[in-house]
T-cell receptor
Framework: NAGVTQTPKFQVLKTGQSMTLQCAQDMNHEYMSWYRQDPGMGLRLIHYSVGAGITDQGEVPNGYNVSRSTTEDFPLRLLSAAPSQTSVYFC????????????????FGPGTRLTVT | TQLLEQSPQFLSIQEGENLTVYCNSSSVFSSLQWYRQEPGEGPVLLVTVVTGGEVKKLKRLTFQFGDARKDSSLHITAAQPGDTGLYLCAGNGIKAAGNKLTFGGGTRVLVKP
């Protein structure tokens, strides 16, 4: 299993450009999430999905769109990049909630480092 | 919005010393997870605690979930250089989806040989 893969690893955009960060998992996980990580701020949830065709907003959704047409893929789109979106982006997948309580482990991809100039 | 505050933000100790990292909130969480992240990589799960007062041990690491499920701590005994990394706590709110986690700001731990 490749686990969670993300492409690209690095990206530089100019303000106003759009792009899609790709995320794929081969573990047949229903749950997938996108986070951004800024220095000193931990990870903040952007959007998440609990299954194909179902997405919802996290803590910081503005400026980002997602869709989930298949179980495997969960792309993140930046519509019009801004310098405030300079960050490291992580995609994660998991099985959801354990019957005994608490979430299953989230498996994270290696991240995409995005710089917007 | 549920917030998780971690303290300290940075900890530098010598090999063999003990350390404790704290994760606090004013909100109740149904569960808390601890992750460790190394440079250039994604976080990796260490433990999940779900019951108030629960204590879990993972070799030299001891995790505790507060009785009121608002706080947690991570204690490392006899730290080793391999324990160096960013430690993150993450809370799952009551009735929240399993992947709707709130992360703390992280504690960066440096263990010097």
């Amino acid at each position: 299993n490749a686990g969670v893969t993300q492409t690209p690893k690095f990206q530089v955009l100019k303000t106003g450009q759009s792009m899609t960060l790709q995320c794929a998992q081969d573990m047949n996980h229903e749950y997938m999430s996108w986070y951004r990580q800024d220095p000193g701020m931990g990870l903040r949830l952007i959007h998440y999905s609990v299954g194909a065709g179902i997405t919802d907003q996290g803590e910081v959704p503005n400026g980002y769109n997602v869709s989930r047409s298949t179980t495997e893929d969960f792309p993140l789109r930046l519509l019009s990049a801004a310098p405030s979106q300079t960050s490291v982006y992580f995609c994660a997948s998991s099985q959801g909630l354990r019957p005994a309580g608490g979430p299953y482990e989230q498996y994270f991809g290696p991240g995409t480092r995005l710089t917007v100039t | 919005t549920q917030l998780l505050e971690q303290s300290p933000q940075f900890l530098s100790i010598q090999e063999g010393e003990n350390l404790t990292v704290y994760c606090n909130s004013s909100s109740v969480f149904s569960s808390l997870q601890w992750y460790r992240q190394e440079p250039g990589e994604g976080p990796v799960l260490l433990v999940t605690v779900v019951t108030g007062g629960e204590v879990k041990k993972l070799k030299r690491l001891t995790f505790q979930f507060g009785d009121a499920r608002k706080d947690s701590s991570l204690h490392i005994t006899a730290a080793q250089p391999g324990d160096t990394g960013l430690y993150l706590c993450a809370g799952n709110g009551i009735k929240a989806a399993g992947n709707k986690l709130t992360f703390g700001g992280g504690t960066r731990v440096l263990v010097k040989p």
